[in-house]
Structures are given as C-alpha cells and as structure tokens.
C-alpha cells in the first residue's frame, strides 16, 4: 500500500526533474528578454508597449503640424523608404531592435532638421521623447550587428532601404515618408519591440 502511494510521488519527481534538464538543455522553448539577447546591453523597453496620453497627444500636434507642411512643398519619392508591407514581426527577435534603431534614426534626423527650420516649438517635446526612446533602444541593438557578419535577408533590405533613402531621396520626400510613418512607428513597431518575443 505504501509503495502505491509514493509511487504518483516518484512519477513526478522524475517528471519536475526532466522538465528541468530539457529547459538546461534549451530543448523546452522559454520567454527570452530582450536584454538576454546576444550581444545586447542594459536593454529595457518594455515601459514603451504604450507611449503616455500626453505624449501622444504631443505627436498628434506635430504630426498635422507637418502634414500642413506638407500641402505647401513640392515632393515626390522614387522609393518608399518605410512600406507598408514591412513587417517587424518577419524578423527574428534580436534584428528588431537593428530595424527600429534604424528607423528612429532616420525620423530623427529629418524631424530635427525641420525643427531647426520652422517647427521647433511643435516638435520640441516630441524630439525629446524620440531621444529617449532612441537612447533606450540603443542598448538592445547587440553588439554584433555592427561587428559580425552583415544582415540578411528581410533585415539587410529593410536597413539598405532606409539607408539608401537618407542618401538618394529628396528632402521634402523624407519629411513626408516620416510624418505618414510616424504613428506607425510609435504604435506598432516600438510595440512589438517592447514585446520581445511575445510579439507574433
């Protein structure tokens, strides 16, 4: 009678056990955090899966602000260096801090200059919260992403997309491609990046 009841006891001691050996072994799938990512830093993003009501009340303001803009100036693209058919959740976890990093570098670059020249005051507190994030995001771009073997396949087109659009496009191009990319990048991509690998 004893051995009868020990032995549901033993069944899963040896069960805890294998569970544990299969998920030392990596043959069990777990959650991997962003900053347990090869290569990466000090990397936390996930105070970004949404960005605070005032802040976004913010990017809205500048957002109509450049698209008013817009209506004034002359532009036309050759290329769309932020299509819509991309999607961050084609890339494997660790490339999407490198795609977003990118992206907010480019947006960076062309909102500041636009601030320089007619917008500071609209785009002063979203430039802010732009540097912080870009900050952030910074430290989840691994380290061999610059330093190993060159992107492949969805993210090398998606960074020689942009890259050749900050060389090749027109200014006005890229002020508009930024403004209409603006919510996505903020709603979506931050999103799934904050999401680590939760995000499918």
């Known amino acids: 009678m004893r051995m009868q009841l020990d032995l549901p006891v ?87 801090p490198v795609a977003l990093e990118a992206e907010l570098a480019l947006t960076l670059k062309v909102l500041e200059t636009v601030a320089n020249s007619t917008l500071g005051d609209i785009l002063d507190q979203p430039l802010h919260t732009l540097r912080y994030i870009h900050t952030k ?30 060389k090749k496009e027109s200014t006005g191009c890229l002020e508009a491609s930024v403004t209409f990319n603006l919510f996505r990048l903020l709603t979506h991509d931050l999103k799934c990046v904050a999401s680590g690998d939760l995000c499918v």
Do not use: I, Y
């Open 10 to 96: 033993g069944c899963m001691l040896v069960l805890m056990l294998m569970t544990m050996e299969l998920t030392r072994m990596g043959a069990v799938p777990v959650p991997t955090p962003l900053s347990a990512l090869p290569g990466a830093r000090s990397c936390s993003m996930a105070q970004f899966k949404s960005l605070p009501p005032q802040d976004m009340k913010a990017f809205r303001r500048a957002k109509d602000a450049l698209e008013e803009s817009l209506l004034l100036k002359n532009w036309s693209c050759s290329s769309r260096p932020f299509p819509r058919t991309r999607d961050l959740r084609k890339l494997q976890v660790w490339e999407r």
């Open 137 to 166: 995001l910074q430290a989840c771009v691994p380290t061999q992403a610059s330093a190993g073997p060159r992107p492949r396949g969805h993210l090398h087109h998606w960074l020689h997309r942009v890259r050749e659009a900050s």
